[in-house]
T-cell receptor, first 115, second 111 residues
């Protein structure tokens, strides 16, 4: 079974704080993703990484950065948290293609509240 | 052009009913259309997926219907059960790395 773990289930931070969200996977997958999930907006891609030290911007990268120093770990950084970054953050991984499947495996999410 | 439009936002059916969730897209380069299921407190998980070279795919009680000319695809849940109550997301991909998700449908199945 693929296991994707996220460092916290719930997090409360203050405006202006630097926030680190950690994601660890145990399947040796090359591809890792960070999404945010908001009611009525679905899942939106923030950043993704297809290899160690490689990263690409997703659809909403503003206000975020990422770090991937080891294959199994992908971190999302909020440089200066703002209230509009209150959201559910989901990490996902994807391994090599199997047949026609490009399945992404998601962690349980971190609900971040910025006050 | 990158959007995937999903409807309805919420759906309530009785046990045994056949809820249908619809999605529409614009980008004809999309070549992979998965559906994800998310239970409260969990991350989404792949339910079923289809490629545009087939018009229908069935896995158990879940069926995807795909209409390439209309650029639409839908999820049908046969003989729905209370355990199917969840949020369902359609998605589309054109380069296998990124998934574009719909806005989600919250399904409630009552006994």
């Amino acid at each position: 079974d693929v296991k994707v773990t996220q460092s916290s289930r719930y997090l409360v931070k203050r405006t202006g704080e630097k926030v680190f969200l950690e994601c660890v996977q145990d399947m040796d997958h090359e591809n890792m993703f960070w999404y945010r999930q908001d009611p009525g907006l679905g899942l939106r891609l923030i950043y993704f990484s297809y290899d160690v030290k490689m990263k690409e911007k997703g659809d909403i990268p503003e206000g975020y950065s990422v770090s991937r120093e080891k294959k199994e770990r992908f971190s999302l950084i909020l440089e200066s948290a703002s209230t509009n970054q209150t959201s559910m953050y989901l990490c996902a991984t994807r391994g090599p293609r199997r047949g026609s499947s490009y399945e992404q495996y998601f962690g349980p999410g971190t609900r971040l509240t910025v006050t | 052009q990158q959007q995937v439009k999903q409807s309805p936002q919420s759906l309530i059916v009785q046990k045994g009913g056949i809820p249908i969730i619809n999605c529409a897209y614009e980008n004809t380069a999309f070549d992979y259309f998965p559906w994800y299921q998310q239970f409260p407190g969990k991350g989404p998980a792949l339910l079923i997926a289809i490629r545009p070279d087939v018009s229908e795919k069935k896995e158990g009680r879940f069926t995807i219907s795909f209409n390439k000319s209309a650029k639409q695809f839908s999820l049908h849940i046969m003989d729905s059960q209370p355990g199917d109550s969840a949020t369902y997301f359609c998605a589309a991909s054109y380069n296998t790395d990124k998934l574009i998700f719909g806005t989600g449908t919250r399904l409630q199945v009552f006994p």
